[in-house]
């Protein structure tokens, strides 16, 4: 199967980020455009979205990856306090991180290798960019993720248990960017630059 995969500037980026979230019911929280804008403006950052075509012929957007960098100096209250979470775990100095920070794949187009073929497509990007290492944080419950990123060889550096909850502690992945990562991509894909 040969995905199809879109690479978007940021405005456009974001407007189509907005619209696909509205797919996934397991978020309480659907991120607008405008937010999706203020993080990402003025740093290094991937928008990704694949797409598939429904019976009736329709290409609609079923996946995708939102990712940017990260650094040991984030003034940004939620960035600054995942640097501090992951200083202990993720080396920042001297080295460029990519964070994931948002992503899915539509329920329904799922176990499709969609997901896969955008994290080999950012994990592209990311080792031509010059990053050293990307990074996802997840829930405990969100188990399908866990088990996509592990088959992904994304690897566990930090748990945060929740007090009252497992299921919501927090799990932080890591995988290292190196030039044996490009050997093992298996996805067939096409990708499309969206200048709009």
Same mark, same amino acid.
């Given at each position: 199967?040969?995905?199809?995969?879109?690479?978007?500037?940021?405005?456009?980026?974001?407007?189509?980020?907005?619209?696909?979230?509205?797919?996934?019911?397991?978020?309480?929280?659907?991120?607008?455009?405008?937010?999706?804008?203020?993080?990402?403006?003025?740093?290094?950052?991937?928008?990704?979205?694949?797409?598939?075509?429904?019976?009736?012929?329709?290409?609609?957007?079923?996946?995708?990856?939102?990712?940017?960098?990260?650094? /040991?100096?984030?003034?940004?209250?939620?960035? /600054?306090?995942?640097?501090?979470?992951?200083?202990?775990?993720?080396?920042?100095?001297?080295?460029?991180?990519?964070?994931?920070?948002?992503?899915?794949?539509?329920?329904?187009?799922?176990?499709?290798?969609?997901?896969?073929?955008?994290?080999?497509?950012?994990?592209?990007?990311?080792?031509?960019?010059?990053?050293?290492?990307?990074?996802?944080?997840?829930?405990?419950?969100?188990?399908?993720?866990?088990?996509?990123?592990?088959?992904?060889?994304?690897?566990?550096?930090?748990?945060?248990?929740?007090?009252?909850?497992?299921?919501?502690?927090?799990?932080?992945?890591?995988?290292?960017?190196?030039?044996?990562?490009?050997?093992?991509?298996?996805?067939?894909?096409?990708?499309?630059?969206?200048?709009?």
């Amino acid at each position: 199967m040969e995905h199809h995969i879109s690479q978007y500037e940021l405005e456009q980026g974001a407007l189509e980020i907005q619209y696909i979230e509205e797919f996934f019911g397991e978020f309480p929280r659907k991120k607008t455009a405008a937010e999706i804008v203020t993080r990402l403006r003025g740093r290094a950052h991937l928008i990704l979205l694949a797409n598939a075509a429904l019976a009736d012929g329709t290409v609609v957007p079923v996946s995708f990856k939102v990712a940017h960098e990260i650094k /040991a100096g984030e003034t940004e209250t939620k960035l /600054a306090d995942l640097v501090a979470r992951l200083r202990d775990h993720v080396q920042f100095d001297g080295r460029r991180i990519l964070y994931t920070w948002i992503g899915g794949t539509r329920r329904d187009w799922r176990g499709q290798g969609h997901f896969r073929a955008l994290t080999e497509q950012q994990e592209l990007w990311a080792i031509e960019q010059g990053f050293d290492e990307v990074v996802v944080k997840t829930k405990n419950r969100f188990y399908e993720m866990r088990g996509t990123l592990d088959h992904l060889r994304f690897e566990v550096v930090k748990y945060e248990r929740h007090q009252s909850d497992n299921a919501e502690s927090k799990v932080y992945l890591s995988k290292k960017l190196l030039p044996e990562v490009l050997r093992k991509h298996r996805s067939a894909k096409t990708v499309v630059q969206m200048n709009i």
